[in-house]
T-cell receptor, first 117, second 111 residues
Framework: GAGVSQTPSNKVTEKGKYVELRCDPISGHTALYWYRQSLGQGPEFLIYFQGTGAADDSGLPNDRFFAVRPEGSVSTLKIQRTERGDSAVYLC???????????????FGEGSRLTVL | GEDVEQSLFLSVREGDSSVINCTYTDSSSTYLYWYKQEPGAGLQLLTYIFSNMDMKQDQRLTVLLNKKDKHLSLRIADTQTGDSAIYFCAESRSRDDKIIFGKGTRLHILP
């Protein structure tokens, strides 16, 4: 498809385990964003990439969270030693930020629902 | 700091106008957005407004911006059952910056 693709759509894990969530942005989109949405809340900014580098990682809650985008396309959000409070829907979005074609619009995927038991 | 506040619920009768309000704190906000989230779907941009504008109209949607009070509103004329969704107010300092979202207003349509 032509949209932002996130896998897995659902992930159930046990407290203390390691988790990876993958995002495949729209082809040609230079910027990629990770947000976290808890029940009844709005999307909470975590990190965004401009190309391969993290332009702003001020939203990562602690050092258990890490994200990479090694080739400037697909990104992986990595969570170590998961805690029950990490349970949420993790949203990925991409945009044309930085290209001069950007209207400011973020194109969101459907999210990866993480449940930590 | 950056903060976006909006009321959590709104109920409106079908055919009436819906008005969803939002306030933000960052005086450097340049772009203000309304996103829509339908059940089981991702967020989609509805409309946006630049901070140098005070109104934008797009079919049934009217966005009003009061920059002095840092207040943004979204009016949906002739509200339909298909408008039932969560509406998120959001802001950014530039079109290439991160976007900060409010908690969302759940719009419920009464028959």
């Amino acid at each position: 498809g032509a949209g932002v693709s996130q896998t897995p759509s659902n992930k159930v894990t046990e407290k203390g385990k390691y988790v990876e969530l993958r995002c495949d942005p729209i082809s040609g989109h230079t910027a990629l964003y990770w947000y976290r949405q808890s029940l009844g809340q709005g999307p909470e900014f975590l990190i965004y990439f401009q190309g391969t580098g993290a332009a702003d990682d001020s939203g990562l809650p602690n050092d258990r969270f890490f994200a990479v985008r090694p080739e400037g396309s697909v990104s992986t959000l990595k969570i170590q030693r998961t805690e029950r409070g990490d349970s949420a829907v993790y949203l990925c979005a991409s945009s044309l930020s930085g290209t001069g074609l950007n209207t400011g619009e973020l194109f969101f995927g459907e999210g990866s629902r993480l449940t930590v038991l | 700091g950056e903060d976006v506040e909006q009321s959590l619920f709104l109920s409106v009768r079908e055919g009436d106008s819906s008005v969803i309000n939002c306030t933000y704190t960052d005086s450097s906000s340049t772009y203000l957005y309304w996103y829509k989230q339908e059940p089981g779907a991702g967020l989609q941009l509805l409309t946006y407004i630049f901070s140098n504008m005070d109104m934008k109209q797009d079919q049934r949607l009217t966005v009003l911006l009061n920059k002095k009070d840092k207040h943004l509103s979204l009016r949906i004329a002739d509200t339909q059952t298909g408008d039932s969704a969560i509406y998120f107010c959001a802001e950014s300092r530039s079109r290439d910056d991160k976007i900060i979202f409010g908690k969302g207003t759940r719009l419920h349509i009464l028959p």
